[in-house]
């Protein structure tokens, strides 16, 4: 953090003041977007108290206090962009808060504004360097400025970006004023609607004339977020990485009656237990034998990197877009230890709340597209992963026993993705039988676990 000396126009004195440079947020991100201060200008501010909330490509998080003391400026409002390595806020600590008059340090944001526009500013670029900029400091708010920030939640206020339309442009039914997600549905409905009587109206009057975009209730809604770091990746990964395809058939008839019996046990202490932490236990024990499937390949494609942790990731439908966090070295943990960091994540991403650590280091990914009803995919891998595996749903189908009976049997279909730079045909076949001989004979496992 970098020091400078906050002026006093009352007073004629100056406080010590700290910028809190914006850290790294996670794996290749840049920038973030203001969503919420929790702190307004003037505020005192307790250390690890939450100051602000920032929507990145990958998650919503907050931003907490790093000492104790008083908030003196925002360098950003709500929707702005804020880079890594800049500054962020700036406060007093709570020693030189206290060693200087209060009121100076108060002193209105209108007046500090005023007197830093013909200030040089100091910003600090990505790589820590400091550069000096002649343009004007940022303007701060006014409290006598007469604009009243309208009560919204961040979900709700992201929506109304996406929609292309002004907070104040929606009444709020919520308590002074605060817009709710109901209110936001209804004047897009409302909208819609508009947009469709313009359309009647312009299609009586000129049938002979093609409606525009605008009166085809047609809505336009920006790539941005989640959405669009997904739209990059995938579109990288298709397009330099050589897909091979590779699928089969799982009975888990025996897995679902193992699960069934673990269950209560489970459920005793609170706890719940699906299928996705048997599978991914199965899945490190067989990555052990074929470390290949578990390996990056560096970016220049000439060099493979061995992983020694099976980082499993899975692939999370949430509201934002999809998120894949991973649950770190497998191999080494508990049955139960991977239920609950499976319960977690998929809470977390579901939230939009995904810390990036738990973005980063996946060696391997799992997308169950069978929670969904899907019983095939393709997936496209998770560079810099080398393969990726998409489970269907499981069904109950005919299947001949040994004696030619026909019995029912718990099927599931499992579709890998694999690069073709690194792994082959065969190395995927071995690897995905010694996978389905733990699933179908789940107490085989019993033998290789640590």
């Known amino acids: 953090m970098s020091d400078f000396r906050w002026p006093d126009t009352e007073a004629g004195k100056v406080s010590a003041a700290k910028d809190f440079i914006l850290p790294d947020l996670g794996e290749g991100i840049v920038e973030c977007e203001v969503v919420a201060w929790r702190v307004e200008e003037g505020d005192e501010i307790a250390e690890d108290q939450p100051v602000v909330e920032v929507s990145t490509d990958k998650a919503v998080m907050e931003i907490t206090a790093p000492a104790a003391g008083r908030m003196v400026r925002h360098y950003y409002q709500l929707d702005e962009i804020a880079r890594v390595h800049s500054p962020l806020f700036a406060y007093v600590p709570q020693a030189v808060d206290n060693d200087h008059d209060s009121e100076a340090v108060a002193a209105p944001a209108a007046q500090v504004a005023t007197d830093a526009i013909s200030r040089e500013t100091t910003a600090v670029r990505g790589n820590g360097e400091a550069c000096v900029s002649s343009q004007p400091a940022a303007a701060l708010t006014s ?24 907070l104040e442009e929606i009444p709020g039914s919520g308590k002074d004023g605060r817009v709710l997600k109901e209110d936001v549905l209804a004047f897009q409905r409302q909208q819609e609607k508009d947009h ?32 669009a770091v997904m739209a990059r990746r995938m579109s ?23 699960r069934e019996r673990l269950k209560g046990e489970f459920e005793a202490r609170g706890e719940r237990l699906t299928l996705m932490p048997l599978l991914m236990k199965a899945l490190a024990l067989a990555v052990a034998e074929f470390p290949l499937l578990n390996c990056r390949l560096n970016p220049a494609a000439d060099a493979i990197h061995y992983q020694s942790s099976c980082n499993i990731g899975m692939a999370v439908d949430s509201a934002s877009g999809l998120l894949v966090p991973n649950v770190k070295g497998v191999e080494g943990l508990t049955l139960r230890e991977v239920a609950a960091e499976v319960e977690r994540l998929t809470r977390a991403a579901r939230d939009g709340r995904v810390d990036p650590a738990d973005l980063k280091g996946g060696t391997i990914t799992v997308s169950n597209i069978g929670v969904l009803g899907g019983t095939y995919a393709m997936p496209i891998i998770n560079a810099p992963e080398v393969a990726i595996v998409a489970l269907g749903r499981v069904q109950r189908l005919p299947r ?51």
């Open 400 to 450: 001949f026993a040994e004696d030619g009976s026909v019995v029912s049997r718990a099927i599931m279909t499992v579709t890998w993705s694999g690069d073709h730079r690194v792994l082959d045909g065969g190395t995927m076949a071995r690897f995905c039988n010694r996978w389905k001989g733990y699933l179908e004979g789940p107490v085989t496992m019993l033998a290789a676990l640590r």
């Open 196 to 227: 469709e009587q313009r359309h009647e109206r312009r299609q009586d009057t000129a049938p002979d004339t093609v409606p525009d975009a605008a009166g085809s209730g047609e809505r336009i809604e920006p790539l941005r977020g989640v959405r």
């Open 143 to 166: 409290p006598d400025s007469g604009r009243q920030r309208i009560p919204a939640s961040p979900a709700v206020r992201r929506r109304v970006r996406e929609l292309g339309v002004r």
């Open 236 to 258: 990288e990964a298709a397009s330099t990485i050589p897909h091979f395809a590779y699928g089969e058939e799982f009975d888990v008839t025996e897995l679902l009656a193992l």
